[in-house]
């Protein structure tokens, strides 16, 4: 499978299909695994909520995470993989619930770190983010989706960050993020461009071309996790709608 090169230097699959990606029990292929691995570790604090919201005793969600992670890389799960189930983000949930409910007292019986995890899973950030987070209102499936969503659109707003200072516009980065989102009035447009040293309409415009290219830079990320390019458009209303 080919690599590129993020703008940030990071490699990325090229490949957006990720049934490609789990075909990590074919030998023929030592980068699927690789691949999946990057995936797991991009994508395990939202399963880390979900089974947190499951579980009561935090080192208990904190061992589960760990021992699903580690049996979910041996292939045993990726191995199930499913073109018709379309989205990452909906198997890996659902591999997460079978294993809760048929292995979980297996994974009681194993000691965590007993095992080497090819993932850095930093639990003690993962708990402050979780107490910090969403209130009880949520199920665990929709904690799991919202926080998906989070980490996604951070994500994003991280690789545009990286690009633009990348490209020496640190200050216009850090002066317009907060106008992304669309509801700001006249006066934040004055103050960001007085900031610039700019007109008005010059930062209406830099925005207006942050806002493409954000769009843009999500939907590749999205396109990594669904199996076609024309599930784009509805994953991003199912991602958006997370927040409703």
């Known amino acids: 499978m080919a690599a590129n090169q993020h703008s940030h230097g990071k490699q990325h699959f090229a490949t957006t299909r990720w049934t490609v990606v789990l075909a990590a029990g074919d030998h023929r292929r030592p980068d699927s695994q690789e691949a999946l691995a990057r995936l797991c570790e991009t994508y ?14 935090v080192d208990e969600a904190q061992d589960l995470t760990q021992a699903f992670f580690t049996r979910f890389l041996e292939r045993d799960f990726a191995a199930t993989a499913d073109p018709e189930r379309g989205r990452f983000r909906a198997f890996l949930l659902t591999a997460c619930r079978h294993f809760l409910s048929k292995e979980r007292d ?3 019986a194993q000691k965590r770190g007993g095992g080497k995890l090819p993932l850095s899973l930093d639990f003690a950030s993962g708990e402050s983010r979780y107490v910090a987070g969403p209130a009880e ?10 926080q998906w969503a989070i980490d996604l659109l951070n994500r994003v707003m991280q690789q545009l960050e990286v690009e633009m ?11 317009l993020k907060g106008l992304l989102a ?5 006066a934040n447009y004055a103050q960001a461009a007085s900031l610039l040293g700019t007109t008005e309409a010059a930062a209406r415009m830099a925005v207006h071309r942050m806002r493409k290219r954000y769009r843009e830079l999500l939907r590749q990320e999205i396109a990594e996790t669904v199996e076609h390019v024309s599930d784009v458009d509805d994953e991003v209303g199912r991602l958006f709608a997370t927040f409703t």
């Not at 395990?44 to 005793?57: G, H, I, K, Q, T």
């Not at 200072?165 to 002066?175: A, E, K, M, V, W």
């Open 44 to 57: 395990w604090y939202p399963l880390y909520a979900y089974v947190r919201r499951r579980v009561d005793s």
């Open 137 to 146: 209102t949520l199920t665990a499936e929709q904690l799991y989706e919202r």
């Open 182 to 186: 669309g509801c700001s009035d006249n």
């Open 106 to 108: 297996h994974a009681r």
């Open 165 to 175: 200072h990348g490209s020496g516009r640190n200050d216009s980065f850090d002066h």
